[in-house]
Structures are given as C-alpha cells and as structure tokens.
C-alpha cells in the first residue's frame, strides 16, 4: 500500500466537490493541486514550494509540451476558419443536405468515426465544424460535446490505425501478448472485439440521437431551454465572450466547403503519412489555411497574422488547465494513488471474475486521475500475469484494462480529452463531464456485466 493510503485520494475527491458544486473547473483544479501540495508538505511549512514545484514538473513533462504546442496549433487554425468564414461557409454549404436535429447529430457522430486516427484531432476538429450547424438547429453545445466526446475516444480503440492502438500494441508485445502473426498489433486486433466500453458507448450514442434513450440531466435541461429560447450555451455561460471571438466572420455568397475541407483534409493526410502524428498534421493544416486564405484573399497578410497570435490567446485557458492536470497528475504518483488503488483492489481481481474486476478498477483509475495511456503501461503488467496465473485469456484482460482507459477518456473532468473538446464546443469541461456522465454509465454498467459472462465464458 502506499504511504498516504487513504489520503492519496483527498485532492481527487477535492477537484470533483469543488467543480460541480462551482462549476468552475480551474478554481477546482488549483484546489486540487492545493490539496495534493499539502499533504506532500506535510503541513503549511513548505506548502507554496511544494506547490510551485508541481508546477515546474508539469511544464517540464515532454508530453505536457508536446500537447501545448498541439494546442497552439489548434487555436490559430480554428481562429483561421472562423476569421476566415470558412466555418460558416461550410455550415451554410452542409445546411442544404442537413435540416433535421437527427441529421445534424448523425453528422458529427460520422465525422467522429471518418476522424478516428487521434482524440485529440478528433475532439477539437469535430466541434469546431459541427457546432454552427447544431446552434442552428437549437441542439445545445452539451449535447454536441457529448456525441463529439463519446465517440472519439471508442473509435480510437476500436480502428488499430489509431494512435491509440500503435500504443496499446506496443504494449501488449512488450508484454509478451501476441496473435496469430507474433505481434502485440495481432494481439490487439484480437481484443477489439473484447473492447465492450467502445462498443456499447459508440451504440449508447446512436441509441440516444434517434431518442430509444432519452436526454437526461444537464442535455435535458438545456435541450428545453434551447427550444424555448434559442440559447444553446449551458445556463451561466459568458456569451459575450463567445461572440467576440466570433464576430469578425463574414458573409459570402455562393458558400462552397472548400476553404474549410481542404485544410482539414491536408491535417488528416499529413497525420496519417508521418505515423500519427498529430502536431504534424496539425502545422500542415495551420501552413495550408494561411496559402490559401492569402491566395484566395479571403484575409490579407495582416489579418492572417492577427487571426495566428488571437487563435493562441484563445487557447488560454485550456493550456493553464492542461499544465495544473499533469501537475495534479504529478502529485497523484507522488502520492502513491495508483498503487494504493491496485492494493485495494487486487484481492477482488480473482478466477473469472478477473476481467469485470480489471475493467472496474482501470475505469475508477482513469477516472480519477486523468491517465489514460498511463494507466495501461501500469496496470498490464499486473494483468497478465494474474490472467495467465488464473487460466483467463490475457487478450480479454487486457480489452478490460483498453476499456477503462477509453471510460476515462470520455468522463475525467481534468483528461486531455474532456479539457480538448470542451474547449473546441465553448463549454466548461465539468458541463462535459456532468452531460456524459449518465450515458458513459450505461456504457460502463453494460461493459462490466459482459465482462463477467465473458470471463466465465473465455
């Protein structure tokens, strides 16, 4: 067990009373983060260095700066299309083959799987092209980001081109788990269909686009108030920021997709060609939007400039959230977290019930501590032996652990995943997290009972 046993768990526990009771996400991550520093300290004494240093840990992670410059990236290219009017030709051109709610959702739901090489890529791009047509449509920006959320991390470990899957795979051979062809990608073909969190949450989604689920709690509420009034924002929100950001937009007649698609197709190739990789796709899309905004004058050279220096402003507030997350997620392994949660949680992963026991244990990791791929480089290594050791299909284990990592993604108020697209739909990540929660509970309760058969089963 770890040293702090119990207490490990204060700063998780104290970022999630304080944003849902606040609604205000940084104030609870810097409570958070307080909490952790505390502890660690072991009194006052020391507290603000202990504090500060989390901090300097976290802007000194290479993931962390390697997601600040995606970040960067991302906001000036979404500042050039709204700038440009690139959005908003695209929304008019889409509005001709698009005119129901239903259609509008199917939509971003399709462009999440066409999108399926990042969730990162897919967070952002997805609600920052399907959003104008939804706000059209009185769909509130909660239920947006919710389809947009809840299929970009499922797709991610159901399609093995993903970044995702080249990690898990890697994973899986390094610890020794391989398929028919002597590979860990092999072995992980084999546990896509064991993945049942992607599964069901992908079919969770459709069920409640075509209404055979129905809206619950924060959609519900802001589904009526959007109908009766038009405001598709969550209740609270500053709209005047909203649209400043979104007032130099300008008409054109004859609106065509090409502005828009071209830039998004270039990231897209561009990710695919070098590996997945994401911050090149995403400078390409950044390089090819300026040429053919200056080319086509839809911005002069000015205003090119301008739009690339607001885009970074714009991510302002996702970047401060994103370094206090891998400062808290810092404090949480100087805590010990992970391994007082496998402590206490070993003794219940037994014969068949192994693989509901891992998915519920990964899904309560992810969920608390915003590590994602993290979680998997820790926990498979106790997975598959245990699995072997017990006469259970590693495979399946290991679809258990995929499986939580991908309830994580879709639900922890401080993941990349949630902070990306709640920033790429204008909405405060707790509004996500408190919108999806429902849904991804269905998903994780359906995942969990077809973990138990399946053991017994496999």
């Known amino acids: 067990m770890g040293d702090y046993g119990l207490i490990s768990v204060l700063p998780v526990l104290?970022?999630?009373?304080?944003?849902?009771?606040?609604?205000?996400?940084?104030?609870?991550?810097?409570?958070?983060?307080?909490?952790?520093?505390?502890?660690?300290?072991?009194?006052?004494?020391?507290?603000?260095?202990?504090?500060?240093?989390?901090?300097?840990?976290?802007?000194t992670n290479e993931t962390l700066q390697w997601l600040v410059l995606v970040i960067v990236m991302f906001g000036m290219l979404i500042m050039l299309f709204e700038r440009s009017g690139a959005v908003t030709d695209f929304g008019r051109w889409a509005g001709k083959f698009i005119k129901t709610k239903k259609q509008a959702l199917m939509?971003?739901?399709?462009?999440?799987?066409?999108?399926?090489?990042?969730?990162?890529?897919?967070?952002?791009?997805?609600?920052?092209?399907?959003?104008?047509?939804?706000?059209?449509?009185?769909?509130?920006?909660?239920?947006?980001?919710?389809?947009?959320?809840?299929?970009?991390?499922?797709?991610?470990?159901?399609?093995?081109l993903s970044s995702w899957a080249v990690y898990f795979g890697a994973l899986l051979e390094n610890e020794g788990v391989v398929g028919a062809n002597g590979t860990g990608m092999g072995a992980y073909i084999s546990a896509i269909p064991l993945t049942f969190y992607g599964w069901l949450a992908i079919a969770v989604v459709l069920l409640q686009i075509f209404g055979i689920i129905p809206k619950f709690g924060t959609i519900k509420k802001d589904t009526l108030r959007a109908e009766a009034t038009g405001d598709v924002f969550p209740e609270g929100t500053d709209l005047s920021l909203i649209h400043a950001a979104e007032g130099h937009e300008e008409e054109h007649n004859n609106a065509k997709p090409i502005a828009f698609l071209i830039p998004l197709a270039v990231m897209i190739a561009v990710t695919l060609l070098t590996g997945i990789d994401v911050l090149m796709g995403a400078v390409s899309g950044v390089v090819i939007a300026v040429l053919l905004y200056a080319l086509t004058k839809r911005l002069s050279i000015r205003e090119l400039l301008t739009s690339c220096f607001d885009g970074v402003i714009s991510m302002g507030f996702v970047l401060i959230l994103s370094v206090l997350a891998f400062a808290v997620q810092a404090a949480n392994t100087d805590l010990m977290l992970a391994e007082y949660v496998i402590h206490i949680t070993v003794p219940i992963m037994k014969g068949a019930f192994l693989p509901a026991a891992v998915f519920l244990v990964c899904a309560v990791y992810a969920y608390t501590t915003g590590c994602f791929w993290d979680l998997a480089a820790i926990i498979l290594p106790i997975v598959v032996p245990l699995a072997v050791a017990m006469g259970v299909d590693p495979i399946l284990a290991s679809a258990a652990v995929f499986s939580g990592a991908a309830f994580g993604s879709n639900t922890c108020l401080y993941g990349d995943g949630v902070i990306l697209c709640s920033q790429g739909c204008q909405i405060k990540a707790v509004e996500l997290m408190v919108a999806t929660l429902p849904y991804a509970l269905i998903a994780g309760g359906g995942s969990f009972i077809l973990y138990i058969i399946a053991g017994f089963i496999m």
């Open 107 to 160: 939509g971003t739901f399709l462009l999440g799987v066409i999108i399926f090489l990042d969730d990162y890529l897919n967070n952002l791009a997805v609600g920052t092209t399907m959003k104008g047509i939804t706000d059209k449509l009185k769909i509130p920006r909660t239920q947006l980001a919710y389809v947009v959320n809840s299929v970009a991390a499922p797709v991610c470990i159901l399609i093995p």
């Open 14 to 59: 104290t970022i999630l009373v304080v944003a849902v009771t606040t609604r205000r996400t940084l104030f609870a991550m810097v409570c958070g983060l307080s909490m952790g520093a505390l502890i660690l300290a072991g009194g006052l004494t020391g507290f603000m260095g202990m504090w500060f240093n989390y901090l300097y840990v976290s802007m």
